[in-house]
């Protein structure tokens, strides 16, 4: 167990729908990372939060959005979603903003039907 | 943009081998390498690497980094069946890192 929480482990659901995707980091880390793995793009960062504020953005796509809460978890939203947003889904911490020492939680298997 | 590039995408080998694992970058603000193994679920940290030339070591693992050529080796001898996994190589920089996507190795038996 790395100490970060991710649910729901896996998800399935339909074309069009909205799924929230949730991440509990480490204890004492205040920043969260999401990524995005899938087949055919490997590990795709997505967004970063440092102490509830977003800090950083990847390729994330306007159908999505995130949010870190005063109690340091972190929120995935993913909306009108499409066959080609099946991934992983992982979230990490660390203690400070920009941390080389990344811990992984161990994903959300995320599947659009 | 950022780019990671790492090379064979698999390979496999027979216990008891020595493998080698490539990994090419151009980033902008580089602080650090970093290679992670991934077997069924989340990546787990194998080696940071900030520095040309220093080797670290860690078991049968090592790996090398080389500033000037903005290239890293991650090295597995003896290997065993149990090293079967993705191997991935990351970059950081200003706030991110920024993966490769990954090389397969499978040992076999």
């Known amino acids: 167990d790395s100490g970060v929480t991710q649910t729901p482990k896996h998800l399935i659901t339909a074309t069009g729908q909205r799924v929230t995707l949730r991440c509990s980091p480490r204890s004492g880390d205040l920043s969260v990372y999401w990524y995005q793995q899938s087949l055919d793009q490997g590990l795709q960062f997505l967004i970063q939060?440092?102490?509830?504020?977003?800090?950083a953005k990847g390729n994330i796509l306007e159908r999505f959005s995130a949010q870190q809460f005063p109690d340091l978890h972190s929120e995935l939203n993913l909306s009108s979603l499409e066959l080609g947003d099946s991934a992983l889904y992982f979230c990490a911490s660390s203690v400070i903003q920009g941390g080389h020492g990344y811990t992984f939680g161990s994903g959300t298997r995320l599947t659009v039907v | 943009e950022d780019k990671v590039v790492q090379s064979p995408l698999s390979l496999v080998v027979h216990e008891g081998d020595t493998v080698t694992l490539n990994c090419s970058y151009e980033v902008t603000n580089f602080r650090s390498l970093l290679w992670y193994k991934q077997e069924k679920k989340a990546p787990t940290f194998l080696f940071m690497l900030?520095?040309?030339?220093i080797e670290k070591k860690s078991g049968r693992l090592s790996s090398i980094l080389d500033k000037k050529e903005l290239f890293s080796i991650l090295n597995i001898t003896a290997t065993q069946t149990g090293d079967s996994a993705v191997y991935l190589c990351a970059v950081y920089n200003d706030y991110k890192l920024s993966f490769g996507a990954g090389t397969t190795v499978t040992v076999r038996a």
């Open positions: 900030t520095s040309s030339g």
């Open positions: 939060y440092y102490n509830g504020e977003e800090r």
